[in-house]
């Protein structure tokens, strides 16, 4: 499943990182995009989108309307 989220304080290189980094904890073969200048963020996972949401938030970044 692909999920693109809107993630409000995205701002930096070291943002999407510590992103990846929190959803490859979740799952290793989660295939995250950041896209700084949208300030979105597409993960594909197995992972249900309430997870996904979950690390999001936990990783310190605010998910749109979550």
Same mark, same amino acid.
């Given at each position: ?8 304080? @995205? ?13 490859? @904890? ?6 995250? !995009?950041? !896209?700084?200048?949208?300030?979105? /963020?597409? @993960? ?12 999001? /938030?936990?990783?310190?970044?605010? /998910?749109?309307?979550?």
């Amino acid at each position: 499943m692909a999920l693109k989220l809107k993630v409000s304080n @995205v701002a930096c290189e070291k943002c999407g990182e510590i992103i990846t980094e929190s959803m490859h @904890v979740m799952e290793l073969e989660a295939k995250v !995009d950041i !896209d700084l200048n949208a300030k979105t /963020v597409t @993960v594909e996972s197995a992972a249900s989108e309430e997870s996904i949401k979950q690390v999001i /938030v936990a990783a310190g970044y605010a /998910v749109e309307g979550y």
